[in-house]
């Protein structure tokens, strides 16, 4: 294999003996040879402006003289959609083959790869929720482009994670520097942002539910089995087709409403196998869709298939990173004995926190949180490094004494947590595990204990899926 411009191709510089294309929007006058026109998402959904502008086209469907000429040999996923394609067209008699769809075979054989995937995208066992986009306004994101945001803003950040699929398109258009600008408070609050080239497949198969839109991922997701919300039909979506009738059917993401309620629900109510009887008039030939593409291939070209192919490959563990929350605002839902239950929200997205008591809440931050009015109204100064006892008093001091609205800083020290309040006295706390990765859920149990002298000396705290036991003792 190698890569050529395309203006080699359009000058003839080299000969070829079969043409693969994923796009219906190439010069075809430009080919020599055959061309073989791959599935570009699954089926013929969406109604697109035409060259001139004028008038709409059916997505995919490649030009009418490369048709009537015989150049092209259009790929379907299911038969339905040879019967939808003569009904728009005549000239797509005998120039398609029902294939299958490769993609929807690897997502099937990589089911078994869940748990990595989620180990991966750090989702542990927190309720993980993928975002699926395609493009232009009527998408996920041309609608309702805070919705990233907003989701964290309403969701238990140890309890909820947010993963962001965008169309590459979406990329291509706007650029990577101008999508990460739009999000930096989602992605300052944990967003997983996939990247373009990558990844969607996996956090399909990781997610516990999926928001989406009328994209091909919507009906991947609803074929994966994952209890669906969608932001509404588009008037771009071909009327009877199996993403027409996905949006029907699917319930709709209501703006304004209370997204975590509406994202129970969602679980609740969702049943196995609920979007099948639409699911099934998008996928034919399930499994055998790479053989029937080498198939096609090598009798375009005259030629035996290898007696040995290389196998079905199934979808590469991501390569995705998610920045540190700094911040979280936090409250107690519960207190109870020596229980102790914590909600916390990333400050970096609190303002899309709705109905939400300010006067009930305290912000616990690290060190290094970037946003200065965040740490200058924090209650709670830490620092996850662990250092040793001298040094860990020295830090709180300064942290005290350069943050005056702080209560009390926290830091890991090799025996635990140590904290020193404003008044002068120091509390230490011990739990059953060494890792200094709960110094802020920590900060949050001593200053409620400091408000609340009668709580006892041993707590269990409790946010999301997390469960701390945790022994105080107070120093004067």
Known sequence: MRLVEWDQVRERAFRYHLALSASENIDFDAIDAHTVLLPHGLGFNKLVPSATGTELRLAGLPPLHALRAGRVTVTLSHPEQREQLLAVSAETADHTETVGDPTFDRLRASLALRDRYREALGTGDRTLVTVASTWGRQSVIGRRHTLPAQLLGALDADAYQVVLVLHPNVWAYYGAFQITVWLSSALDAGLVLMPPESGWHAALIAADQVISDHGSLGLFAASLDRPLLMTGRAPETVPGTPTDELAEAVPALRPGGDLRKQLEVAREQYRAGQYAHITDRVFAHVGDATRNVRDLIYRTLGSTPLEHPGPLTRIPIPHCH?????????????????????????AA????????DHHETHVVADESEPDPKIIERAAAVTRETVQDLPAAHRWARAMLSAYP???????????????????????????????????QLLASAMYYRLLDRSLPDRLGVHAGITTVDVTFTVEE
């Not at 998610?322 to 990333?346: F, H, K, N, W």
């Open 322 to 346: 998610a920045r540190s929350i700094t911040s979280y605002v936090v409250r107690a839902t519960a207190i109870s004995g020596s229980e102790l239950t914590l909600e916390r929200i990333p």
């Open 349 to 356: 997205v609190w303002h899309y926190a709705d109905g939400e």
């Open 405 to 439: 609205g702080a209560r009390l800083a926290v830091a890991a020290v090799p025996q635990g947590y140590l904290a020193v309040v404003r008044d002068g006295a120091t509390v230490r706390a011990v739990t059953g595990s060494e890792s200094p990765g709960h110094v």
